[in-house]
């Protein structure tokens, strides 16, 4: 079963320093890569995904994010924080079950403060 | 294209009772999926439906049952509520390819007391 962690319960930045947030993953196929962010009170949007080919993807906000399966990691980046990006950041694997479709395994999440 | 649309936002029930929280995919999705949101467990996968059939279950009990209409609308239903049931419900929904992003609702808060 795949299953993914991300290390950082709590990160803090300062407004325009550069982030990372850390993703591992385990499964046992190439697996497809999520990164999602949720503010307060809101469901979880898309900021990029991983699929195959380049490793280094980029999503929307500005964010990128880079596939190492050597590590099984997957790292998400922003060279310049906004005090916006404050909000929940959720790493998730997909993986084609049996009978079709995927289902979503999350981290337990980032929570990003952006100090001003 | 309107997004994904959850109804209600907002439920308060009381042990014992049932409730049906109602979720509008994307036009032309055709796979709708579940998930379960509390501070101690995290986003958890519910169930996902496609063309009316349950495709794929999480690890909830019976309690938790869900329903896909012709139009893709799903309903989530959850009886004999108990205290623990108190999350965000979040509804997803794809086009069903497995490499097809899931896209999430707003959700619904359910306070059980």
């Known amino acids: 079963a795949q299953s993914v962690t991300q290390p950082d319960i709590h990160i803090t930045v300062s407004e325009g320093a550069s982030l990372e947030l850390r993703c591992n993953y385990s499964?046992?196929?190439?697996?497809?890569l999520f990164w999602y962010v949720q503010s307060p009170g809101q469901g979880l949007q898309l900021l990029l995904k991983y699929f195959s080919g380049d490793t280094l993807v980029q999503g929307i906000k500005g964010f990128e994010a880079e596939f190492k399966r050597s590590q099984s990691s997957f790292n998400l980046r922003k060279p310049s924080v906004h005090w916006s990006d404050a909000a929940e950041y959720f790493c998730a694997v997909g993986a084609t079950v049996t009978g079709g479709g995927n289902k979503l395994t999350f981290g337990t999440g980032t929570q990003l403060k952006v100090e001003l | 294209k309107a997004g994904v649309t959850q109804t209600p936002r907002y439920l308060i029930k009381t042990r014992g009772q049932q409730v049906t929280l109602s979720c509008s995919p994307i036009s032309g999705h055709r796979s709708v999926s579940w998930y379960q949101q509390t501070p101690g467990q995290g986003l958890q996968f519910l169930f996902e439906y496609f063309s009316e059939t349950q495709r794929n279950k999480g690890n909830f009990p019976g309690r938790f049952s869900g329903r896909q209409f012709s139009n893709s609308r799903s309903e989530m239903n959850v009886s004999t509520l108990e205290l623990g049931d108190s999350a965000l419900y979040l509804c997803?929904?794809?086009?069903?390819?497995?490499?097809?992003?899931?896209?999430f609702g707003n959700g619904t808060r359910l306070t059980v007391t």
């Open positions: 499964y046992g196929a190439t697996p497809y």
């Open positions: 997803a929904s794809s086009s069903a390819r497995p490499d097809s992003p899931l896209h």
